[in-house]
C-alpha cells in the first residue's frame, strides 16, 4: 500500500555520511515496526533494518551492521535511517516500510503492508 514518503537520498563519496527519512500519511492511524530495505539494480529487495514500534528493539543487516542506524519519532510519525561509513556497495534504491500489524521489527519483506516510493543513494568510490 502506499503512504509512506521517503527524502534524503542522494550521492555521497565512499566514507561519507548520509540521512534518510521516511514520513508516515496521517491517513495511517499507527504504524508498529517499521524497516528500511534496498535494491539494487538487478538484485531482489534485502533487508537493511527494523526497530519495534515503541524503539525498544532492533535489527541489522549484518552488512550495515555498526555503520547504520534506525531510529523513530512517533510524535512526528518519522522514522530515520542514519548512515555512516558508506561504501559502494550500499549504492540501492532505499524503501521504507511500516505495517500496522503487531509485528515485532521483523526483517521480511512480506510482513510489512506500507512502502514508500523508494529514493535513491548512490556512494561513489
Known amino acids: 500500500q502506499e503512504g509512506l514518503v521517503e527524502h534524503g537520498g542522494g550521492l555521497v563519496h565512499a566514507g561519507g555520511s548520509l540521512n534518510v527519512s521516511c514520513a508516515a500519511s496521517e491517513s495511517i492511524l499507527y504504524l508498529h515496526a517499521k524497516a528500511w530495505f534496498r535494491q539494487a539494480p538487478g538484485k531482489e529487495r534485502e533487508f537493511v533494518a527494523s526497530?519495534?514500534?515503541?524503539?525498544?528493539?532492533?535489527h541489522y543487516s549484518d552488512s550495515v551492521k555498526g555503520r547504520f542506524t534506525i531510529s523513530r519519532d512517533n510524535a512526528e510519525r518519522m522514522v530515520y535511517l542514519q548512515m555512516r561509513s558508506l561504501k559502494p556497495e550500499d549504492t540501492a534504491v532505499y524503501y521504507c516500510?511500516?505495517?500496522?500489524?503487531?509485528?515485532?521489527?521483523?526483517?521480511?519483506?512480506?510482513?510489512?503492508?506500507?512502502w514508500g516510493q523508494g529514493t535513491q543513494v548512490t556512494v561513489s568510490p
Open positions: 526497530i519495534s514500534g515503541t524503539g525498544d528493539i532492533t
Open positions: 516500510a511500516g505495517t500496522g500489524r503487531r509485528v515485532l521489527a521483523s526483517s521480511r519483506v512480506n510482513d510489512y503492508e506500507y
